[in-house]
């Protein structure tokens, strides 16, 4: 209990000291979450409505593997992508490992399925809905995306905030790729450990209430900014 | 002069979902100008009948034969289904909608849709939600954003069911004055009355298959088959 | 629409901002190295005299030999001289040298219910341990730390490997970790004496055991070949392993304290 009050104490005292390291640390966070989650959509949203408008022989089986996808372990993609870009790796020459650049990576692989999974079920609801007046008015396979993805947007937003929520809290991959580099790779879940490694859990706990704020103020901007929740209104 | 897509005739035509046979062996045909009425009781297969001459239903056997080639046929018609889709967007939006998926600047659309906004009493809720909108109103949005694009032939199925006295009027007076503009009417309803106002014509459905097919005069005054009969008569059909 | 446009531009000038164009190198050290503190002292002083941004992997000793396996990093600081030489020998390696050495200590409760404390040395210290069946928490991830254990355990007769998990909990983690866990379990641990004075959650647990010759830590410096591996950073590594042996660096790493003790003790080769 005293950890955590000195948790609070600690994420005060950082905050209103606009801590020159937090500040630095967050943004990374934001910066490495924010891209990811961005690219991971502009993959996945379209993708999602594509795989609900198509018919294909496979087409069960594309479903149940993007929705498996989703459970993919974020340990297991880093060592994948370290492995991939390593010096002795076959994207060795690009030089990413260590690099904020290949945490992104990580962590497109790892958001992508679940806003493609996630926006997947929410169109095919919604093409239920407007399966026979899309038909009857004869619209082509790309106007029938663009008009789901538009219509259905509410729950596409829910879909990409669900993806940046996984994104903002993931350690596994990005500790592995990126390495934890003070300065350079450091975020604010790869902190966290540290500290908790040093033995130093009030300020572990501090840094955890502020990623958590973050990632509130995120999602609570998005929806005012998009003003869902409003009332009478879809 | 723009070819008609009419007329389109149907031969030994059949539909069959989950193994049961829904309508034919059906043999018809519909000519150009005024309004055919389907009527027959619950069950009978009026929607099924419609959804495969708009292409919504795929045939079992048999042909559907209309004048022109299929792509042709798709931007000549259009659609009212019984429950009305509306889409999540405003009102002027769901009408606009057609005329965007053809190509229309956004603007022109919407100014279009205005006006058939208001030529279907819906001006005040232009920029509503459409889906805060009544029963009618829905019904009345979907008439407008099925007749924007001018086609050439209208199906509606059973379009004023579930609506009220006054709703019934106001779509009415719509379907009428679509059919004087030129526009060929195909409808489905269970409400003789409304047949015997709107209808040219009419075709008499029972399990599936076409017993009568008349003109409304001839039809409700001297109908040929019993079951015909019966219908007017205002028996239950088995 | 113009909303993404501009979390975009954001993001964008963001990852221009934190480019940066000093010359940098990759150095992976050991966690008890980094848990310590000395690197807090010593990388701000590299970057005052050779305006070198020295990137520091803190890995496991066993991580840390594969990624200079693999050309992932420009040089190596670890602790495990067997390992280092095989490393060299293997030709991953330019040549390795002492840079310092600190010790090991046996860390348990403060009531030492083994009564490890009057133990003559570190292996009989150990028996005692094994014998009593006290709860012991091991890194059990094949660091430096974690290879002298196993090895004085072996020195004292006994194969680590075959104990019970009842009272031997190998937790496969860094020091920081494994020091969290003996401290909620109230049990002992070996561990090196930096990371234990720098360690913040220490609850129950002192220093029971230290002195024994054996329980030297030493710590060696490893450039990675750029035979092996070209791109490798070479020259970078070579400043740094001569500023490591200068007697500035030596100086630095004697002065470095905490609550009044000595961690290090500077041991380089002088040149």
Known sequence: MNDLLAGVAAAVRLIVTLDHDLVEISLRSLQVSLSAVFIAALIGLPFGAWLSVSRFRYRRIAIAVLNALMGLPPVVVGLVVYILLSRSGPFGVFNLLFTPTAMIIAQVIIVTPIIASLAHQAIRELWFFYHDLLISLNTSKWQRMKTLLWDGRRSLLTATLTGFGRAIGEIGAIMIVGGNIDHLTRVLTTAIALEVGKGDFPLAIGLGIILISLAIIINLAVHILSRTERAGRW | MVKSILPVVLKGASVKKGGVQIIGPLDMQLLEAGCTVVIGPNGAGKTTLLRLLHGLERLKSGSVTWNAPRPEINARQSFVFQTPVVMRRSVRENIAYPLILRGSSRKKALTEADRWAENVGLKAHGHQDANALSGGEKQKLALARALITRPEVLFLDEPSTNLDGASTLEIENLIRSARNSGTRIIMATHDFGQARRLGDEIVFIHHGRICEQASTDMFFNTPQTAEARAFVDGDILL | ?271
């Open chain 3, 1 to 271: 629409m113009k909303l993404f446009s501009g979390i975009f531009a954001f993001l964008m000038t963001l990852s221009v901002a934190s480019g940066s164009f000093a010359a940098d190198m990759r150095l992976a050290v050991t966690t008890s190295f980094h848990n310590s503190g000395l690197s807090d002292v010593l990388l701000p002083e590299i970057k005052k005299d050779l305006d070198i941004d020295v990137r520091l992997l803190v890995v496991g000793t066993g991580q840390a030999l594969k990624l200079g396996r693999a050309g992932d990093v420009d040089a190596l600081l670890v602790h495990s001289k067997a390992a280092e030489e095989a490393f060299v020998a293997k030709g991953y390696g330019s040549h390795r040298l002492d840079i310092m050495y600190n010790d090991f200590v046996l860390i348990g409760p403060k009531d030492d219910p083994a009564n490890i404390a009057k133990a003559a040395s570190a292996k009989e210290a150990l028996k005692i341990i094994a014998t009593t069946g006290a709860i012991f928490v091991s890194r059990g991830d094949d660091s430096g730390t974690h290879r002298k254990e196993k090895a004085l355990w072996k020195a004292a007769g006994l194969d680590a490997d075959a104990f019970d998990a009842a009272w031997y909990r190998a937790t496969g983690s860094g020091m920081g970790a494994t020091l969290n866990t003996a401290s909620a379990m109230e049990g002992y641990v070996f561990a090196d004496r930096a990371s234990w004075l720098n360690f913040a959650n220490k609850g129950n647990l002192g220093i029971l055991f230290a002195g024994d010759p054996v329980l030297f830590n030493q710590y060696g410096y490893i450039p990675v070949d750029p035979a092996q591996h070209p791109h490798a950073k070479a020259d970078l590594a070579l400043q740094l392993e001569n500023w490591l042996v200068s007697a500035r660096g030596q100086k630095l790493i004697a002065a470095y304290e905490l609550n009044g003790q000595r961690l290090f003790t500077p041991n380089a080769a002088p040149r």
